[in-house]
């Protein structure tokens, strides 16, 4: 996907996880969603169509590089709500590192059969697979713990806080153009995403003075 379109457009539609996640938060971990959450999100949902429509100008935007993003959507919606359901009873390193194995054996044979085969990598290969190892990585471990002691609604807000930092970051190494639309788009997208995390903590305040 990431090859296929912009990157802008990669972060944004992945991000829509909260949308996704409304029902598993309802229907699996009993979790309030008010109308007010639901017009938060759809403020988001809108940010995010600003973006998308002001990336279809540009040159490396794709149609089928956005229709794997919505795979990527669906497929990391469901490895969210598991790894909540498995946080309950398991600690989050265990996870990860159970996750990881799992990944390498069913992320192997694909690579190795559609790369040409194995081949050992140069040293600049290797900085890059530790960076990956100790940046997203490090996220991806913050936010199985966190699956824990957060409502799964509140924690998938979180990610929206990404795309616009990804824009941002695509624009100085990728030399990815920005458009109006867009930064109006990721300007609604964090509004959105501030009143989500505010309402939380009132939620969680009321609950800690025993009020509701």
């Known amino acids: 996907s990431i090859k296929s379109t912009t990157v802008t457009n990669v972060a ?11 029902w598993a938060g309802v229907r699996r971990f009993a979790e309030p969603v008010s109308l007010k959450l639901l017009a938060l999100v759809a403020t988001a949902l809108a940010g995010t169509a600003l973006v998308l429509f002001g990336s279809a100008s540009v040159p490396t935007w794709s149609l089928r590089g956005d229709g794997l993003a919505v795979l990527a959507l669906l497929f990391f919606s469901a490895q969210m709500a598991l790894a909540k359901e498995a946080r309950q009873k398991v600690g989050a390193l ?22 040409g085969g194995l081949s050992l990598p ?8 530790a960076a990956l190892v ?15 002691h957060v409502r799964i609604t509140v924690s998938s807000m979180a990610l929206l806080g990404a795309p616009p930092l990804t824009m941002v970051l695509a624009a100085i190494f990728l030399d990815e153009p ?16 501030t009143g989500v995390i ?13 009020i509701g």
Do not use: C
């Not at 265990?94 to 790369?115: N, S």
């Open 12 to 22: 944004m539609i992945v991000s829509l996880v909260p949308v996704v996640l409304i």
């Open 134 to 148: 100790a940046v997203p990585g490090s996220g991806h471990l913050l936010m199985n713990w966190a699956h824990k």
């Open 198 to 210: 505010r309402r939380d903590l009132q939620i969680t305040a009321r609950y800690s003075t025993g």
């Open 94 to 115: 265990e996870f990860q590192a159970v996750a990881w194995i799992v990944a390498m054996v069913v992320v192997t044979p694909p690579a190795v059969l559609t790369g």
């Open 178 to 193: 920005i458009k109006i639309a867009q930064v109006a788009g990721g300007v609604i997208v964090i509004a959105a995403l």
């Open 122 to 129: 140069d040293a600049t290969a290797w900085l890059w697979v």
